[in-house]
């Protein structure tokens, strides 16, 4: 667990988590996806080239980390059309199917372990939960069955930026009405989500990444909320 060792639960109004990598795991999504990629591939075989599409995606979105140039939404897909010789339209018809659709069912069975016992901990504890990923998010809450006060995405007009630009979370902050340092993140990655955080002086957590049926992060800080700090 990176970030703070101890959360004052006292002077937390505001839980902001990332999505992906946070709220389920990545690894047992993939292998589920691996499959249906495969088997639907194999018996379309020249369509193949989407899966070069999926990869070079996310590759030119990972180079750019903290980009602010302006027009995220057009520009992420822009950025894999100039490296691959691709149609706009198609790039962005593969990504939607493959990353913002398709995995949406699966989702459901990799969410984290007590995922939901800790957001219903938390509002019932009066402290509002927010969501800062740099992708779509509102599709993949409502398949988790997860509720949040606030969703923003990097690619929202508001925030139009990657992170770790800090900019999502001070956005968040402000729209709930709270300073920085009144808001936990919780992310999985020290390079985007801790150094996002650092930037906008907010606290923060990495979570631990143990196996899934080991994974027990948000039980031992939900056992953090509801047990008082001593001196």
């Given amino acids: 667990m990176k970030g703070y060792t101890i959360v004052d639960w006292s002077a937390i109004k505001v839980v902001i988590f990332d999505v992906d990598g946070t709220l389920y795991t990545q690894s047992r999504l993939r292998k589920r996806m691996f499959y249906a990629l495969i088997k639907h591939y194999a018996l379309r075989p020249w369509q193949a080239k989407d899966l070069m599409i999926l990869q070079r995606f996310r590759v030119e979105r990972e180079k750019r980390a903290g ?3 302006g027009n995220l939404e057009k520009a992420q897909y822009e950025w894999c059309v ?3 010789g691709y149609s706009p339209l198609k790039v962005r018809q ?3 199917q493959w990353m913002f659709t398709f995995p949406n069912p ?4 990799c969410t984290y372990p007590g995922t939901h016992s800790f957001f219903a901990k938390l509002k019932s504890k009066g402290i509002k939960v927010a ?3 740099d992708y779509k998010a509102h599709d ?3 398949a988790m069955g997860l509720e949040a006060d606030l969703i923003v995405s990097s690619t929202d007009p508001e925030i139009d930026r990657l992170k770790p630009d800090p900019t ?3 956005y968040i902050a402000k729209k709930l009405q709270v300073l ?3 808001c936990l993140f919780i992310g999985d990655r020290q390079e985007m989500d801790g150094e996002c955080a650092i930037r906008a002086g907010m606290p923060y957590l990495i979570l631990d990444k143990k196996p899934f049926n080991k994974f027990n992060f948000y039980q031992q800080l939900e056992h953090t909320l509801t047990v008082p700090i001593t001196a």
Avoid: C, N, T
């Avoid at 699966?106 to 069975?109: E, K, N, R």
């Fill in 67 to 69: 980009y602010a140039g």
């Fill in 82 to 84: 100039e490296k691959g």
């Fill in 94 to 96: 593969v990504v939607e």
């Fill in 106 to 109: 699966y989702l459901a069975q």
């Fill in 131 to 133: 969501i800062y990923s």
């Fill in 140 to 142: 993949k809450m409502l």
């Fill in 168 to 170: 999502g979370l001070l």
């Fill in 180 to 182: 920085p340092e009144q």
